[in-house]
């Protein structure tokens, strides 16, 4: 391993969270910021050590080893070398190899985009372990270990979001202190998957534009559209979520609080995400040479193209789905509609359920034994997070309706496509949850005050 190349990667990733984190707080706020990140850096590092020495841990898991084997893939086509696509698992290119379109290896001269080597619109995160691979020489526990320097921005963000929804600055810290102390984050941290960066990624771009909203800036905003178009090439469903969310803000901006610069800005920037998120379809061919034959149409209708790809994958039969959960669920849903619902209202609150651990006890085996913490966490934060949420809807404030419309949206999404939003695909917002505890909880304990000192007066 480069040594050298590795602390310098690692010195601009981190620095880069602590710009982005700084850049969007008002300025009294930046020392305190950055000491959050800081402190988001250690605990982030303690959890994955906690977490890689415990007895459920794996090194290889099904989802790590396909990071692992897509990342190996670039980082030996970048090198000038053919790549099997069997040996490496690149499934779009094992399967233009089946249909007769291309050759099973990918080859250095050969000028095929990422997505349909991949087979996939989310190759961002294998590009990210590649260029480790390939700049540094790293292996895949080192990789892991750099999910620290991202997850060091989500306590940040927790801190930020609160106070771009109006609360006080101690109410903004207990939420960016339940982020710290969730393990669920530590969990997905400690492996080498995609949760953190997704994260970083989605919680930044919603943490520009409600800071935008509230405190202006026109840097916040385009913040915001870098964020959101990277966010499209690591979890697409976050991306369309928080793209419909803001436009129907900016709606609103637009026509009912008349407030055409802001409204316009954030329109803006939502398009220049969009665009992006075409132009990213097309790499490396768009950087190689121009992108000949590539219009700026095509760069419009490609995420269009993605999200009706996804529509598709509902009406799919055995064979023809894209993921073997999806036709279960839709399977499910056919035969034993009521049965599939409640149980997808209780896999989505509960799962996996930690109370298992103290009645049937613990196997010191399965990985998803590591969840159980996070999920006695998450089940402790509902009351304040459904309190919140009917607070909001109360608020004619759009800051809170693009929070609860995004968490709507990601909840609609991954309940039509997989049934459930449980505690794994759930990671990614986190942060944004912990906000809604700390101001549900922090209403609570008002009322309880106020009933108090009323029965107390009448004593």
Not at 111 to 135: D, R
Not at 259 to 265: C, E, I, P, Q, Y
Not at 374 to 390: D, Q
Not at 432 to 457: E, K, Q
């Amino acid at each position: 391993m480069d040594y050298i190349v590795l602390l310098g990667m690692a010195a601009l990733s981190f620095s880069l969270v602590l710009m982005v984190a700084c850049c969007l707080v008002p300025c009294g706020m930046r020392r305190t910021t950055i000491l959050v990140v800081f402190l988001g850096f250690v605990f982030s590092c303690l959890k994955i050590w906690a977490f890689q020495h415990a007895p459920q841990w794996q090194e290889i898991i099904p989802d790590s080893s396909y990071y692992d084997s897509n990342a190996r893939a670039f980082a030996s086509h970048w090198s000038g070398a053919a790549v099997d696509g069997g040996a490496y698992q690149l499934r779009g290119l094992l399967a233009a190899h089946a249909a007769g379109v291309h050759g099973r290896e990918w080859l250095p001269d050969d000028m095929l985009t990422y997505n349909m080597i991949t087979g996939s619109h989310e190759w961002l995160y294998a590009g990210y372990i590649a260029l480790w691979y390939w700049l540094g020489e790293a292996t895949p526990l080192t990789v892991i270990w750099t999910n620290a320097l991202w997850a060091a921005f989500l306590p940040a963000a927790a801190f930020g979001i609160a106070y771009s929804l109006g609360a006080g600055k101690r109410l903004a810290l207990v939420s960016a202190g339940l982020t710290l102390l969730d393990p669920s984050l530590g969990a997905n941290a400690s492996w080498l998957l995609k949760d953190t960066l997704a994260s970083f990624l989605c919680m930044a771009a919603l943490w520009g534009f409600l800071a935008y909203i509230r405190l202006g800036g026109i840097a916040r905003c385009a913040i915001a559209a870098m964020m959101l178009s990277m966010l499209g090439g690591v979890r697409f469903v976050a991306f369309v979520g928080l793209i419909i969310s803001t436009a129907l803000i900016c709606v609103w901006l637009i026509f009912q609080k008349r407030d055409w610069s802001m409204g316009f800005s954030i329109m803006g920037a939502i398009l220049c995400a969009w665009l992006m998120q075409g132009f990213l379809a097309q790499a490396p061919h768009v950087f190689l040479d121009g992108g000949k034959g590539v219009g700026i149409v095509h760069f419009l209708i490609r995420p269009l193209e993605v999200f009706a790809g996804g529509v598709e994958v509902l009406g799919a039969t055995s064979g023809g789905a894209v993921d073997e959960s999806v036709l279960t669920w839709t399977t499910s849903m056919a035969d034993q509609p009521v049965h599939s619902i409640l149980r997808s209202v209780a896999h989505t609150l509960f799962a996996p359920y930690p109370w298992i651990a103290f009645s049937a006890g613990l196997t010191w085996k399965t990985p998803t034994e590591l969840y159980y913490p996070g999920v006695f966490l998450w089940i402790l934060s509902l009351p304040g997070i459904i309190v919140a949420v009917f607070q909001g809807l109360r608020k004619v404030e759009p800051s809170y309706w693009l929070l609860l419309l995004f968490l709507a949206s990601q909840l609609a999404a991954y309940t039509i496509w997989l049934g459930e939003w449980s505690t794994r695909q759930r990671i990614f917002v986190l942060p944004a949850f912990f906000v809604l505890t700390a101001i549900g909880y922090a209403s609570i304990r008002s009322w309880h005050s106020n009933f108090h000192n009323v029965r107390s007066r009448y004593r």
